[in-house]
């Protein structure tokens, strides 16, 4: 469910119509509603505990929208921050989350990004290989502290998505192996720089069956039975993120609730305190891309292309996942479907969203949504072909505020320095 609907023939997100933010703010834009972010995280956080589990830790994953007043509206409900940078670490505590709900993964954390998370006093670092564990003791000395650690385990199961977000595979480049784990754990807990609490996995993303998920926490129950029967303290399990969306032409994706039952029942009579990171089933449904129709471009040979003025990149998942996203009219015209190729402005062949999608007729001049581009949107924008970077604004009932502002050409050029000799 989301606040994006049609009234009295217009799109509005919440009370807020994308005619008026279009028209204030210009085009292309990104509109995110803070009453789908607020509702996403509570269903979740309801699902978890209606079924038992606790009060765990919900990290949002800061790389599916890393704005810090998104970051801000779900921090308020008691959101932590599932971060993978130095940088993220940043956005999480410039938007007020505490540091001890912060948990820092990834696979090449930098000596530097190590020092910082600790120093800023991160609830776990998720640790990912033996080098990796290396260097968090390595740094931890150094900084004369103990590094709270969970090792990522990668439990070597198929998980749906696409292949550039599976990441639970054993081919993958992501965790170790439960071996592994088991090993490292047992290490860290004798390294003077480290503390293990935990253990974590995080199999994919888009994930729209429940089973392979199953399959993998049922490993992760065991491995964290094993490590206590050898008397080592296990305090936290991180199960990730990657429950799916509905993105229109998909496969329903598992409800909250149905996630929520699916765990209760593989970790029952298990006491831990869980953790979570999810970002794509927060934040998706929670934005659209508004862009304007530049041209109708109607070729003898028959394809009508819809030029817009967004690119490839200001929404690169399609380009880069062969995303589906749902195209909808702002202002819907009345009149038959036409089959449109929709594409942007940038030099490339990759830069078309869509190809041979039916939507009302549209003329130059229209507005349009990409629905559920609040996930990897606006985060994965880029200045490519010179563009400046898309502006974001956040909605809260009938009030809306820019929270990301079109950057000017003159920022743009001012990043630069010319070299001496030129
Ligand atoms: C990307 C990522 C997530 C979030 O994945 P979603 O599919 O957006 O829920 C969670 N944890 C880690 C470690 C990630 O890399």
Redesign the pocket.
Same mark, same amino acid.
């Given at each position: 469910m989301n606040h994006f609907e049609l009234r009295e023939g217009e799109l509005y997100c919440e009370d807020v119509s994308l005619a008026r933010i279009a028209e204030a703010v210009g085009t292309p834009v990104y509109v995110y509603s803070s009453a789908t972010l607020e509702r996403h995280y509570l269903v979740l956080r309801d699902a978890l505990r209606d079924a038992g589990l606790g009060e765990p830790l919900i990290a949002f994953?800061v790389?599916?929208n890393s704005n810090v007043a998104v970051l801000k509206t779900l921090g308020a409900l008691g959101a932590g921050a599932?971060v993978?940078s130095e940088g993220e670490v940043r956005r999480a505590l410039a938007a007020g989350i505490a540091p001890e709900r912060i948990v820092f993964? %990834?696979v090449g954390k930098t000596a530097q990004e190590i020092a910082f998370a600790l120093q800023a006093g991160v609830a776990e670092i998720?640790v990912e290989s033996e080098p990796e564990l290396k260097l968090v003791d390595q740094v931890a000395q150094g900084l004369k502290t103990r590094a709270r650690i969970a090792i990522?385990v990668n439990p070597d199961v198929e998980a749906g998505g696409h292949a550039k977000?599976s990441?639970g595979k054993a081919e993958n480049k992501?965790g170790v192996s439960f071996a592994e784990a088991e090993r490292l754990y047992a290490n860290a807990s004798n390294a003077a720089g480290l503390k293990p609490v935990g253990v974590a996995c995080?199999i994919?993303?888009?994930?729209t069956d429940l089973a392979p998920m199953e399959a993998a926490f049922g490993k992760m129950r065991s491995l964290v039975e094993r490590l206590r029967r050898q008397g080592l303290a296990v305090e936290r399990l991180d199960l990730?993120?990657?429950? %799916?969306v509905p993105y229109f032409n998909q496969p329903e994706p598992p409800s909250p609730a149905a996630y929520a039952a699916m765990i209760a029942r593989v970790m029952a009579g298990l006491e831990i305190q869980f953790a979570f990171?999810?970002?794509?089933?927060i934040a998706a449904n929670a934005g659209v891309l508004v862009a304007r129709v530049q041209h109708v471009n109607a070729r003898p040979e028959g394809r009508n292309f819809l030029v817009l003025d967004a690119a490839m990149n200001d929404l690169l998942r399609p380009a880069m996942y062969d995303a589906y996203h749902d195209i909808r009219p702002v202002r819907p015209r009345p009149g038959a479907a036409v089959t449109y190729d929709v594409v942007g402005p940038v030099c490339e062949t990759g830069d078309t969203f869509t190809r041979d999608r039916a939507l009302a007729p549209m003329q130059a001049g229209d507005l349009l949504a990409f629905m559920t581009a609040g996930?990897?949107g606006a985060a994965m924008s880029s200045e490519y072909n010179s563009r400046p970077l898309v502006p974001e604004v956040l909605v809260k009932g009938a009030a809306f505020a820019v929270v990301r502002p079109r950057q000017t050409y003159d920022e743009m050029l001012a990043r630069e320095r010319p070299a001496p000799w030129l």
């Open positions: 994953a790389k599916a599932d993978v993964s %990834g998720n990522r977000i990441t992501f995080h994919g993303s888009q994930i990730g993120g990657g429950l %799916g990171e999810p970002g794509r089933m996930a990897y």
